[in-house]
């Protein structure tokens, strides 16, 4: 069987933070670009998380790439193989949904010292939520009524949350470069929502 191709190719913009980002770059440059197609990208974003827990360390990559008519999602995460012969297995998963199922962007500000807060990035952290319906939380509590002395079961009440997708981006971590491509890449998706 042939080797099928990408159909797509990426600027060199996003090749560049594929590859600096270092977890499999060959393989999420394909999927991206499979992804993306022939369509124009906007605006990107790259983010790399690692994970330990007991047995190993975890990398995680996420992909947001604003073309002007979809939002393309890309992961690729560690996993651990059954196979004895071959321990080390990722998995690569896709998602592109059209701009206008995209429900919210979020963006979440963390200010160390606001009083004397000057507009830099640096110390600050951001927290960048997309929700377009396809993942709802439920957060449940206990009904209680004003009557301290009452025991009776009023049942639940909560609330629905639709976040489909949350990356928190520190510029303590990961330089504060990282926290303004997050700023640039929700204002860019912002602007095209509702259109």
């Known amino acids: 069987m042939p080797r099928r191709q990408s159909t797509g190719t990426l600027p060199a913009d996003l090749q560049q933070d594929i590859e600096r980002a270092g977890y499999l770059p060959a393989v999420v440059s ?3 670009a499979t992804a993306v ?5 906007v605006a990107h974003l790259v983010h790399q998380e690692t994970t330990f827990d007991e047995q190993a360390v975890r990398r995680h990559l996420t992909v947001l ?5 979809r939002l393309v999602i890309a992961h690729a995460d560690d996993h651990e193989s059954g196979d004895v012969e071959r321990q080390h297995v990722a998995t690569a998963t896709t998602e592109t949904v059209p701009l206008r199922a995209v429900r919210g962007v979020m963006l979440t ?18 927290t960048l939520t997309l929700g377009w319906g396809a993942v709802s939380r439920v957060d449940l509590v206990p009904a209680a009524c004003s009557d301290p002395n009452c025991e009776g079961d ?9 976040d489909d997708i949350a990356l ?15 700023l640039e890449f929700s204002e860019q998706l912002s602007a095209r929502l509702g259109r």
Not at 37 to 41: F, S
């Open 30 to 32: 394909d999927i991206v």
């Open 109 to 126: 500000h963390v200010l160390p010292d606001p009083e004397r807060f000057t507009g830099e990035l640096t110390g600050r952290a951001v």
């Open 168 to 182: 928190r981006i520190s510029a303590d971590t990961e330089g504060p470069e990282a926290v303004g491509r997050a």
């Open 65 to 69: 790439v604003l073309t002007e008519g």
């Open 154 to 162: 009023h049942g639940y009440e909560g609330t629905v949350a639709s």
């Open 37 to 41: 197609g022939p369509d124009t990208v």
